[in-house]
Nanobody, 125 residues
Framework: QVQLVESGGGLVQAGGSLRLSCAAS????????MGWFRQAPGKEREFVAG????????YYADSVKGRFTISRDNAKNTVYLQMNSLKPEDSAVYYC??????????????????WGQGTQVTVSS
């Protein structure tokens, strides 16, 4: 089992940047595929980005491609989400997710077993 704690959210103006971090407990972090999702009020939780446990293959939602970058540091048990050129529509609670080894459909939140508590990102216009 793994516990996830997000940090780095906050208020930023449109066009600005934020970096989210997700620290994971345990000694097997390198065997977990990691992901970021977000949920705005009244909307369903949606996939943002993912990075696999082997080969560090990355996936992005079309809405963030070219602006967001997911990365991981296995030595620090941490996954990051660098968010640049932020837009008001990026405002949401951002959640870190984890699953041991692979995820069948990385974009489906129902396929992930472990979640953090979320961190709020607000982008003002």
């Amino acid at each position: 089992q793994v516990q996830l704690v997000e940090s780095g959210g906050g208020l930023v103006q449109a066009g600005g940047s934020l970096r989210l971090s997700c620290a994971a407990s345990g000694r097997t972090f390198s065997t977990y595929t990691m992901g970021w999702f977000r949920q705005a009020p009244g909307k369903e939780r949606e996939f943002v980005a993912g990075i696999t446990w082997r080969s560090d293959i990355t996936y992005y939602a079309d809405s963030v491609k070219g602006r967001f970058t997911i990365s991981r540091d296995n030595a620090k048990n941490t996954v990051y989400l660098q968010m640049n050129s932020l837009k008001p529509e990026d405002s949401a609670v951002y959640y870190c997710a984890a699953d041991r080894f692979g995820v069948t459909v990385i974009q489906d939140p129902g396929n992930w077993h472990y979640w953090g508590q979320g961190t709020q990102v607000t982008v003002s216009s």
